[in-house]
């Protein structure tokens, strides 16, 4: 039995065609199946897009009843994209005309020219409904209110012409390809040598870490070894000289991306964090408050008169004086504070950990202060000014919506009540920070009018009745408030810094006393006076308090001084220092 045997050149020919039709066709496939969902993906992210922008413009437009408007803002929006049909309904003209809704839009005919959308018409119906892919979207009035909605559709005609064109230069690249591997793979078969192929295998095998050869690639044997090894040769070569190029260029695309990545999370114009960055922050600041049982401040600045500036001078002035307000408010926050613009004249200020509502205050009032001052450019003198709104987290809201939301109603506030000034969300919390400020200034008033008086609280014995000592209390007699209580006027002066004064009013005006009832021949025992920690890390308080003993003639054994040991805990160290040199000086200590 005679059996033909194929020449191994047919066979590997076959071989290599049926391998390399196949590969094709699955990529072309590949090629078609990924092209389609792209293009889908597409679609449908420029109908979300369209219908999210809709949204947004409509919504005064409907409110308005602005009928025209809306239609040609619909036809616009058709008209530059490939979209078969938008659909409007609104419910407020629907009212008016007593109906459920008023029913408008736009549809696209046969020949795809945009025509009025008929409701009542069949075919119309029957086209929107056949669509390839639809979204519908509310339309919501400022106050949440839906007041109608909009439909957006959209036909795969230009889909299928797509596809249709790939499908068709995927053919014929293909065919292409493939008749161009299949020649290039007859042609090496045709020449194959074993030998200078195995030497070249052996070559290639001792490699290094990236594979290349440590050897340079044997081109002894036909015209076709030859080029194929010296081009191989070139080509590991070039590897190598690309590897080193590649960590180059890696190395600055590590800083582009750097870059890009903080121009994408930065305002172009001052530097500062953008929207998208302040609403990452926010949303971390909540997370964080949330876990530590904190609260958040927001503040929401805008300049006052900028726009008349702006339009008077032109932009390049008016950017000039965003940059300067900018840097202003950036050298009076905290390092974890977070400032950002979040457009034209508007800034946000994120500050964490707010203990108390009054602390925000404070930052407002360094705000107000900073930006009112003039700002002289071009030989010309500006006066801004600032409006400043502020929301609290958790006691507003638990969204960064919510906050930034209530912060802007609160800024609006200011500006209605005539600009200059901040204003609390809560109206309750507005008032207690007014009130904090007038204090404050009162505060100071009465330190230079002398408005403080020293009381003495008799120290009796409980056993023998006798006098033990005095402990020196502060009163503050205020011209327009009266008799001020030591609970409203004590932490502010704790928390303000004018505690370091106070104090040194009492220590002189307590030690002058007591000097002088012993110097009268009374007994009056120990002068009590309390101290507040602030007051002991003042660098100088050993330096005034030996001066005070001095100038009063009041001897360091009649005086007990008092501090809390829940103050002292916070810088223990420091403390223990301070209380070291004043026993010393042979005064008693006592802590409470």
């Not at 194929?228 to 080193?244: G, Q």
């Not at 339009?311 to 390049?316: A, C, E, I, L």
């Not at 400032?339 to 930052?363: M, P």
């Not at 103050?567 to 209380?579: F, G, N, W």
Request: with cysteine.
């Amino acid at each position: 039995m005679n059996i033909s045997k194929q020449s191994l050149f047919i066979i590997l020919g076959i071989i290599i065609i049926s391998v390399v039709a196949g590969i094709m066709s699955l990529h072309s496939t590949h090629t078609y199946t990924e092209t389609k969902e792209k293009i889908i993906q597409e679609m449908r992210y420029d109908s979300n897009y369209l219908g999210t922008l809709l949204q947004k413009n409509l919504s005064d437009l409907v409110s308005s009843y602005a009928i025209n408007e809306y239609d040609k803002l619909i036809f616009n929006s058709i008209q530059h994209r490939d979209n078969f049909a938008i659909i409007v309904e609104d419910y407020n003209m629907g009212k008016i005309l007593g109906k459920k809704s008023y029913v408008s839009g736009k549809i696209r005919d046969t020949d795809w020219k945009i025509i009025e959308y008929d409701h009542e018409n069949n075919l119309h119906k029957q086209q929107v409904a056949a669509s390839y892919y639809s979204d519908s979207y509310a339309i919501t009035a400022p106050s949440g209110d839906k007041i109608g909605t909009i439909s957006i559709h959209i036909s795969d005609r230009s889909m299928n012409e797509e596809l249709n064109k790939i499908i068709s230069e995927t053919v014929q690249s293909t065919l292409l390809i493939s008749t161009i591997l299949i020649v290039l793979l007859f042609i090496i078969i045709r020449f194959f040598i074993l030998k200078p192929l195995s030497n070249i295998i052996a070559t290639l095998n001792n490699s290094d870490a990236d594979g290349l050869p440590h050897e340079l690639i044997p081109d002894d044997g036909s015209l076709e070894i030859f080029a194929l090894a010296n081009t191989m040769n070139k080509m590991v070569s070039s590897i190598r000289d690309s590897n080193i190029m590649l960590k180059e260029q890696h190395k600055k695309l590590l800083e582009q991306k750097k870059n890009l990545n903080y121009q994408a999370s930065h305002d172009r114009l001052t530097g500062l964090a953008n929207h998208y960055l302040f609403d990452n922050r926010l949303q971390q600041g909540i997370r964080k408050s949330k876990r530590n049982a904190t609260k958040i401040a927001l503040l929401i600045i805008d300049l006052d008169h900028f726009k008349e500036i702006n339009d008077s001078y032109g932009h390049k002035t008016g950017d000039k004086i965003l940059k300067i307000a900018a840097q202003r408010l950036n050298e009076i926050i905290r390092k974890e504070d977070t400032l950002a613009r979040l457009g034209g004249d508007e800034f946000t200020i994120i500050t964490e950990d707010s203990k108390q509502g009054q602390n925000a205050s404070l930052l407002a009032t360094k705000i107000l202060k900073v930006l009112k001052k003039p700002i002289t450019l071009n030989a010309n003198t500006f006066y801004v000014g600032s409006s400043i709104g502020i929301s609290f987290y958790p006691d507003n809201g638990e969204s960064s919506e919510d906050l930034l939301k209530y912060a802007d109603a609160a800024m609006y506030k200011a500006k209605d009540e005539g600009r200059n000034n901040f204003q609390y969300y809560n109206t309750e919390m507005t008032r207690q920070a007014l009130e904090r400020v007038v204090m404050e200034t009162s505060l100071r008033t009465a330190l230079k009018n002398n408005e403080f008086w020293v009381y003495y609280q008799p120290q009796v014995d409980g056993k023998t009745d006798e006098l033990t000592g005095m402990e020196a209390l502060v009163r503050w007699q205020s011209p327009s408030m009266g008799l001020v209580s030591p609970a409203k006027f004590i932490p502010l002066a704790e928390s303000t810094g004018l505690i370091v004064q106070l104090d040194r009013l009492v220590m002189k005006s307590a030690m002058t006393q007591i000097a002088k009832w012993y110097k009268a021949g009374f007994n009056p025992g120990m002068l009590a006076m309390n101290l507040a920690i602030k007051q002991l890390k003042q660098k100088d308080f050993i330096t005034v308090f030996e001066a005070l003993i001095k100038e009063t003639g009041c001897k360091t054994e009649w005086l007990a001084l008092e501090v809390s040991e829940g103050q002292i805990m916070d810088k223990p160290e420091e403390a223990i220092k301070v209380l070291k040199e004043i026993s010393e000086s042979r005064s008693r200590v006592s802590y409470r």
